[in-house]
């Protein structure tokens, strides 16, 4: 199984779009989670997306400015973050969840499979 993130560098207030790519499971039985972590920080949760992707979870920072997609038919997923601030400068991890259910979807312990993470900086 392999996920495979792209992320980048952009200016504060500017908007970027991370995909990640899954292979090698059945996509449409997993929801989809992102995660960051920042250094020295804790890994965190930002948005997850469940299997058919007609419902999403948010953390506090991300509502508003970020939203999580899914195609199943690309085996990919998306989170769109606008309106960026120098303190989402993180590496951006997604993970795929089997077990997951909506009241569930935060927790980092619950997901199976996770991307090799990729930066994202927000410069001043």
């Known amino acids: 199984v392999q996920l495979q993130g792209w992320g980048g560098l952009v200016q504060a207030g500017g908007s970027l779009r991370l995909s990640c790519a899954a292979s090698g499971l059945t996509f449409t039985s997993y929801a989809m989670g992102w995660f960051r972590q920042a250094p020295g920080e804790e890994r965190e949760f930002v948005a997850a997306?469940?299997?058919?992707?007609?419902?999403?979870v948010y953390a506090d920072s991300a509502k508003g400015r970020f939203t999580i997609s899914r195609d199943n038919a690309k085996n990919t997923v998306y989170l769109q973050m606008n309106s960026l601030k120098p303190e989402d400068t993180a590496v951006y991890f997604c993970a795929a969840g089997r077990r997951t259910t909506r009241a569930t979807m935060s927790f980092p312990g619950l997901y199976d499979y996770w991307g090799q993470g990729t930066l994202v900086t927000v410069s001043s």
């Open positions: 997306i469940i299997r058919s992707g007609y419902d999403t």
